[in-house]
């Protein structure tokens, strides 16, 4: 995961984080004006809310465009990312962020977040392109691991497996001669970035081997499904 994000990263790394972006021309202006909105987003959808002194892991933090506005709203941020050339991003564009810690994931765990560290944990359209549900689900009780007693998690995943399955026939070949032409985005057919569907049930269950409930679902089945789970 971690080389396919840093060779996207070198590509085109706002578009890798928001594919809705023209891809040739993406409006950087635009790109960061919309993390207070995908932040409020997740958070509203399932009654979440910051409070200042928090401290937040984020999950798959990209180039840092959530990590701004919870930077904002929180104490202390440990932002997370299996991309280094992301991180390098993130980091040139928010260097006057003093209250974040910019950390390289190893893609399956949250090692280097102490225990019963976190008041939250926030992750937004990152889970959804983990090729492997298992590794998903192996993050959530890891998020478990990491929060304190009565802290909580809110977080995106996708419950819809069609979105997941690989473009066929003529779509498929137009999309690969437009990115070998450099027209259009490379690596969309790599399975780190069609991703997989996570079941509810699963999830229930990873949630509560992380020693936590889930609390709110809000769009269950389709592929912006929020979850916030809590630790006992």
């Not at 229930?204 to 889930?214: K, N, Q, S, T």
Request: hydrophobic fraction near 40%; charged fraction near 25%.
């Amino acid at each position: 995961m971690g080389e396919f994000w840093d060779g996207r990263a070198r590509e085109n790394p706002m578009f890798f984080v928001d594919n809705s972006l023209n891809y040739n021309a993406p409006d950087e202006r635009a790109f960061w004006a919309d993390g207070p909105r995908w932040l409020d987003e997740l958070l509203g959808s399932v009654g979440a809310s910051l409070a200042e002194g928090d401290t937040v892991v984020e999950i798959g933090c990209g180039m840092g465009r959530l990590t701004r506005p919870i930077a904002e709203r929180a104490g202390l941020v440990t932002a997370i990312d299996v991309s280094g050339e992301m991180l390098s991003h993130a980091r040139r564009h928010n260097a006057h962020l003093e209250n974040v810690t910019w950390l390289l994931g190893d893609g399956t765990s949250l090692a280097g977040v102490p225990d019963a560290q976190a008041d939250a944990c926030i992750s937004h359209v990152v889970f959804q392109h983990i090729p492997d549900p298992s590794i998903t689900l192996g993050y959530v009780r890891e998020i478990g691991r990491v929060l304190r007693p009565g802290g909580w998690a809110a977080f995106q995943v996708s419950n819809d497996s069609r979105i997941h399955r690989r473009r066929r026939g003529r779509e498929r070949l137009r999309t690969v001669v437009d990115a070998a032409r450099g027209r259009a985005p490379r690596g969309q057919a790599d399975p780190n970035w069609l991703g997989s569907a996570v079941d509810l049930g699963d999830l229930r269950v990873a949630a509560a081997d992380g020693g936590m409930e889930v609390e709110r679902v809000a769009g269950e089945g389709t592929q912006l499904c929020y979850v916030l789970t809590r630790r006992s």
